[in-house]
């Protein structure tokens, strides 16, 4: 269930009517949805959600994005190079990943460590991690990046 807005939890009290009306949540102003709590947004962009409204269907494929958000219209890439943050993260991820698969596979394996097999276990995880985390990394940056932000500048 998503948080309501306040405006908008007045008018549900008010009656679903009411909503339908004025065309639902659709097209609600940017100022109306408040602001995530960090556990909020966090768990949001792991399981792809807007940061912001928690709206599904952001990305139409794995590397493709639908910018801004079709729901509450959160601007995603506020400036050029704005994801070099989530290419950090996604970065990092990776390392994580490949560190534990050779470490792991190196203990597991000790003292008669197959090397050959483990460089292409690494490999192949630092290949395919980045890939399946893209759009998480982009999410979770946008919801870092935001939630750092001055309490006083609007969620946008
Ligand atoms: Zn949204």
């Not at 966090?42 to 940061?51: K, S, T, V």
């Not at 534990?100 to 630092?126: E, F, N, Q, R």
Request: aromatic share 8%; with cysteine.
């Amino acid at each position: 269930m998503l948080p309501v807005p306040r405006r908008c939890a007045n008018r549900r009290r008010a009656g679903a009517g009411a909503r339908r009306e004025e065309g639902g949540d659709r097209y609600r102003p940017v100022m109306d949805w408040p602001r995530p709590s960090a556990r909020t947004a966090l768990r949001r962009a792991l399981l792809l959600r807007c940061p912001r409204c928690g709206s599904t269907g952001i990305f139409t494929w794995r590397l493709a994005m639908t910018d801004p958000c079709p729901r509450c219209g959160l601007v995603f890439e506020r400036t050029e190079g704005y994801w070099l943050g989530a290419v950090t993260i996604n970065l990092m991820v990776a390392m994580v990943a490949v560190l534990g698969v050779v470490l792991g596979a190196m203990v597991l394996t000790w003292p008669d460590v197959a090397w050959t097999a483990i460089t292409v276990a690494g490999a192949a995880v630092g290949l395919v991690v980045p890939i399946l985390f893209h759009p998480h990394s982009r999410m979770l940056w946008i919801a870092l990046e935001r939630q750092f932000r001055s309490r006083s500048e609007p969620y946008a």
